[in-house]
């Protein structure tokens, strides 16, 4: 069973426009939330993260929004930029168990000059 | 980046013979993982180290065992290749703990003809 489900799968938008990556989990022993971004050709690498202790985390343009009655999460990406094409990955684990990281299946982000 | 260098980079094999792909860290972190990524999949672990020999199975995990003798290198083979296991496959590592981040590593494109 597939433990976080991300939508949408793909998300085209334009220069200056707002991208929005939504993600539910299911197990709430889960505390720890990170998103990865990717670029064709690399490796996943770590974005943005927050934990369930707070509803909101922003690093620039940006921003986790966290739902713990709602087990869901999402990523919004202000003023999109043709440097933020790539793919998005959200994750869930346990720290302090197996550390096991679950991830999405991925969303690929276009953004438009 | 992160000390992770994994080999080959790229590999072109035949039905039924054995693979090992090598993932070598420099960071002395005590996680390593091992995840396939397939279009429409996202990332899947295959299988995690929590420690020099302790080694547990991921979601796909058959078809597939690993070794760690050292801190630093993790080993991943596929004991006798398939189509299926055609994918990109990517070595992660992490210290564990609050806030752990996982780094990943270029990734390893298999074919298996």
């Known amino acids: 069973q597939q433990q976080v489900k991300q939508s949408p799968q793909s998300l085209i938008v334009q220069k200056g426009g707002i991208s929005i990556i939504n993600c539910a989990y299911e197990?709430?022993?889960?505390?720890?939330f990170p998103w990865y971004q990717q670029f064709p050709g690399k490796g996943p690498a770590l974005l943005i993260a927050?934990?369930?202790?707070?509803s909101e985390k922003k690093e620039g343009r940006f921003t986790i929004s966290f739902n713990k009655s709602a087990k869901q999460f999402s990523l919004h990406i202000m003023d999109s930029q043709p440097g933020d094409s790539a793919t998005y990955f959200c994750a869930a684990t346990m720290e302090g168990g197996s550390e096991k990281l679950v991830f999405g299946k991925g969303m690929k982000l276009t953004v438009n000059p | 980046d992160a000390g992770i260098t994994q080999s080959p980079r790229h590999k072109v094999t035949e039905t039924g013979t054995p693979v090992t792909l090598r993932c070598h860290q420099t960071e002395n972190h005590r996680y390593m993982y091992w995840y396939r990524q397939d279009p429409g999949h996202g990332l899947r672990l295959i299988h995690y180290?929590?420690?020099?020999?302790?080694?547990d199975k991921g979601e796909v995990s058959d078809g597939y065992s690993v070794s760690r003798s050292k801190t630093e290198d993790f080993l991943l083979t596929l004991e006798s290749a398939t189509s299926s296991q055609t994918s990109v496959y990517f070595c992660?590592?992490?210290?564990?703990?609050?806030?752990?981040?996982?780094?990943f590593g270029q990734g390893t494109r298999l074919t298996v003809v």
């Open positions: 927050i934990r369930p202790d707070v």
């Open positions: 180290s929590y420690g020099v020999k302790d080694t």
């Open positions: 197990n709430t022993a889960f505390d720890y």
């Open positions: 992660a590592i992490s210290r564990g703990g609050r806030n752990t981040e996982a780094f």
